[in-house]
Nanobody, 121 residues
Framework: QVQLVESGGGLVQAGGSLRLSCAAS????????MGWYRQAPGEQRELVAT???????NYADSVEGRFTISRDNAKNAVYLQMNSLKPEDTAVYYC???????????????WGQGTQVTVSS
């Protein structure tokens, strides 16, 4: 069984910063790409940022230059540093990871439970 546990959400004023963390635990044979998605009320879930196992990153245009994704492979963790936050960044943020639980590796997507980020104007 695999668990992804997020932390670090909260309420912040526009222009402020937050750092999200997500740690994977359980039966982990191999972690491939990890990432962050978000879903605002009434909207579809959208990609925020992803990072491969070797550190290659990809960002949504809306967060490029403001958010930074990173990972610590020794801790099976991924982070999202969010700076210059805007009210439109308000959403539930979900951690995502592609994980293989045994050999030979077959990768499946796993999701965290989500953490609320609210940016006030």
């Amino acid at each position: 069984q695999v668990q992804l546990v997020e932390s670090g959400g909260g309420l912040v004023q526009a222009g402020g910063s937050l750092r999200l963390s997500c740690a994977a635990s359980g039966r982990l044979f191999s972690l491939a790409a990890m990432g962050w998605y978000r879903q605002a009320p009434g909207e579809q879930r959208e990609l925020v940022a992803t990072i491969t196992s070797v550190g290659r990153t990809n960002y949504a245009d809306s967060v490029e230059g403001r958010f930074t994704i990173s990972r610590d492979n020794a801790k099976n963790a991924v982070y999202l540093q969010m700076n210059s936050l805007k009210p439109e960044d308000t959403a539930v943020y979900y951690c995502d990871a592609r994980i293989a639980t045994a050999y030979p590796p077959v990768y499946n997507h796993y999701w965290g439970q989500g953490t609320q980020v609210t940016v006030s104007s």
